[in-house]
């Protein structure tokens, strides 16, 4: 079983930067591909970005390219997205996903791809 805590959510003003966090509890963090999605109030939860267990391999969602960046340390276990120019249609609750994959480059977009995931954190842009 894995855990997956996530910090860094907070209030920014539009044109504003966060780091997100997420630590994965267990000795296998580099065998997970990890992701990030996020879920707007009364919308459905998107895919936002995604990166293999070699950290070699991201992909984004089309909302979010140029603007995020999602890369990860094995040795502290913990994931990071970093957004910058934040607009207010980024506002959400944004949550880590995790589950164990095989290949070192592949990387997974889907949730349903995804075993594992945290509670969220909430980002709030405003105008």
């Known amino acids: 079983q894995v855990q997956l805590v996530e910090s860094g959510g907070g209030l920014v003003q539009a044109g504003g930067s966060l780091r997100l966090s997420c630590v994965a509890s267990?000795?296998?963090?580099?065998?997970?591909?990890m992701g990030w999605f996020r879920q707007a109030p009364g919308k459905e939860r998107d895919f936002v970005a995604a990166?293999?267990?070699?950290?070699?391999?991201?992909y984004y969602a089309d909302s979010v390219r140029g603007r995020c960046t999602i890369s990860r340390d094995n040795a502290k276990n913990t994931v990071y997205l970093q957004m910058d120019s934040l607009k207010p249609e980024d506002t959400a609750v944004y949550y880590c996903?995790?589950?164990?994959?095989?290949?070192?480059?592949?990387?997974?977009?889907?949730?349903?791809?995804?075993?594992?995931w945290g509670q969220g954190t909430q980002v709030t842009v405003s105008s």
């Open positions: 996903a995790a589950d164990v994959v095989y290949r070192a480059y592949s990387v997974r977009v889907g949730q349903s791809e995804y075993k594992y």
């Open positions: 990166i293999s267990r070699s950290g070699d391999s991201t």
């Open positions: 267990g000795r296998t963090f580099s065998t997970y591909a």
